[in-house]
């Protein structure tokens, strides 16, 4: 049985009877790489347990939020909520939580739509603010920023121009993200698969972090965005725009 009372952070919890959960920790301003890794020993002391076999995890670390998916199918049912009741308690105590929100995961289209309205009324219940949560408001962009929601490793910019979509704004957007990742590149630090496409009113980003190391993730998300500051006429770029629209 789980206390809520008893907790050391605020817990919003729906449907997780279905495929597994997916779970969202929030932090009180930014977690410590202490933190983090502490998170991280929670999964993992599940992951490792010899009657979860089966289980996957699906991790994404920042130190403005950790998106964690647990799928069970494979795990006998019977023990589904000792897995959750784990995860919580687990968490509890570790410095720097201030909400954790845990919701349904379906492969079912139909079921998607339907958790995806789930955390829209969660979020909405908790006020919750993707890009205050992430930093980006404190990242001193001549810009407006905006951040609809996380899609797991993959991000998409949508770069709004005070003007029309040019082949020569579209270069140059493109030059200035290949000049912020070039120095890494030069060090064989993986940032990232990106491309950059544009549309008739905005141009399009798309960063992948799968394979990038944590410590470099958001280095990888806020570095386009400030690559993005050197560039002249940009109105507004909002990431993963529309993402629970239905």
């Known amino acids: 049985m789980i206390d809520s009372n008893k907790l050391s952070y605020e817990l919003f919890i729906g449907d997780t009877d279905k495929r597994g959960f997916e779970c969202f920790i929030c932090p009180e301003t930014e977690f410590s790489d202490k933190s983090l890794t502490e998170i991280k020993n929670v999964k993992d002391s599940i992951w490792n347990c010899d009657n979860y076999m089966g289980i996957y995890f699906d991790l994404h670390i920042s130190s403005h939020i950790v998106r964690i998916i647990c799928e069970w199918i494979y795990v006998d049912k019977k023990y589904h909520k000792e897995i959750l009741e784990c995860l919580i308690n687990g ?38 603010d993707w890009t205050k949560s992430m930093g980006l408001d404190k990242l001193g962009l001549y810009y407006e920023i905006k951040m609809d929601g996380m899609d797991g490793e993959c991000f998409d910019y949508s770069i709004y121009l005070d003007g029309d979509v040019t082949e020569e704004k579209y270069k140059e957007i493109c030059n200035a993200v290949h000049d912020f990742q070039e120095p890494y590149e030069k060090k064989d630090i993986y940032m990232g698969y990106y491309s950059v496409s544009k549309e008739d009113d905005k141009i399009l980003i798309y960063l992948d972090l799968g394979n990038v190391k944590p410590q470099y993730e958001d280095v990888s998300i806020n570095g386009i965005l400030q690559a993005l500051n050197n560039v002249s006429g940009i109105k507004s770029v909002i990431i993963n725009e529309g993402l629970y629209d239905f």
Do not use: A, Q, Y
């Open 91 to 128: 968490l509890n105590g570790i410095s720097g939580i201030s909400k954790v929100v845990i919701g349904d995961v379906s492969d079912d289209k139909e079921e998607d739509n339907t958790m995806n309205e789930e955390f829209d009324e969660i979020f909405d219940e908790m006020d919750f």
